[in-house]
T-cell receptor
Framework: AQSVTQLGSHVSVSEGALVLLRCNYS??????LFWYVQYPNQGLQLLLK??????LVKGINGFEAEFKKSETSFHLTKPSAHMSDAAEYFC????????????FGDGTTLTVKP | DGGITQSPKYLFRKEGQNVTLSCEQN?????MYWYRQDPGQGLRLIYY???????QKGDIAEGYSVSREKKESFPLTVTSAQKNPTAFYLC????????????FGPGTRLTVL
């Protein structure tokens, strides 16, 4: 079984401040972990992906995430928020034993204040 | 341009009617997926297919049906048996399985009148 919990359905930061979006996962086998971003009324786009090659994963638009097995976490960070980062962010988990199915978190809406 | 398309963008249906949502990809991906998105509930998997002429139920398949007759196409039918069909529907594809990056279409917003 696999599951994802995103802590905080809404996060608000000031422009230029650190962005931290939290994701905890549960998986009985080595996980594949993803962060996707969704702008209003659009599909999702991949930000970054963890596949066990390196624990610190760098993605697009200055985002990165660190895989911490001991904490079962895969939090998303960005050192300095831009107005254009305002969107909804989803964490997702999959695995080779459940290769047809991904499980998505409920999403976190990021607001960036000027 | 490679990508995944969904049509129509907006769809209105009367209660008791079946409706089919289109999903096409030209990425040469084997796997395709249908998700339903409701506010505050993330994405829930309806059906997925990893190869032509084969598909599997996801977590919320009741009231939905799919076909996969061609690699490029994975249409979703919302039947009258679906009790609460108003939602945003997203189609996605990936190279082989869900451990690969999923590429999403722009979505179809279905409203039942």
């Amino acid at each position: 079984a696999q599951s994802v919990t995103q802590l905080g359905s809404h996060v608000s930061v000031s422009e230029g401040a650190l962005v931290l979006l939290r994701c905890n996962y549960s998986s009985s086998v080595p996980p594949y972990l993803f962060w996707y971003v969704q702008y209003p009324n659009q599909g999702l786009q991949l930000l970054l992906k963890y596949t066990s090659a390196a624990t610190l994963v760098k993605g697009i638009n200055g985002f990165e995430a660190e895989f911490k097995k001991s904490e079962t976490s895969f939090h998303l960070t960005k050192p300095s928020a831009h107005m254009s980062d305002a969107a909804e962010y989803f964490c997702a988990v999959s695995s080779n034993t459940n290769a047809g199915k991904s499980t998505f978190g409920d999403g976190t809406t990021l607001t960036v204040k000027p | 341009d490679g990508g995944i398309t969904q049509s129509p963008k907006y769809l209105f249906r009367k209660e008791g009617q079946n409706v089919t949502l289109s999903c096409e990809q030209n990425l040469n991906h084997d796997a395709m997926y249908w998700y339903r998105q409701d506010p505050g509930q993330g994405l829930r998997l309806i059906y997925y297919s990893q190869i032509v002429n084969d598909f599997q139920k996801g977590d919320i398949a009741e009231g939905y049906s799919v076909s996969r007759e061609k690699k490029e196409s994975f249409p979703l039918t919302v039947t009258s048996a679906q009790k609460n069909p108003t939602a945003f529907y997203l189609c996605a594809s990936s190279l082989y399985s869900s451990t690969d990056t999923q590429y999403f279409g722009p979505g179809t917003r279905l409203t039942v009148l």
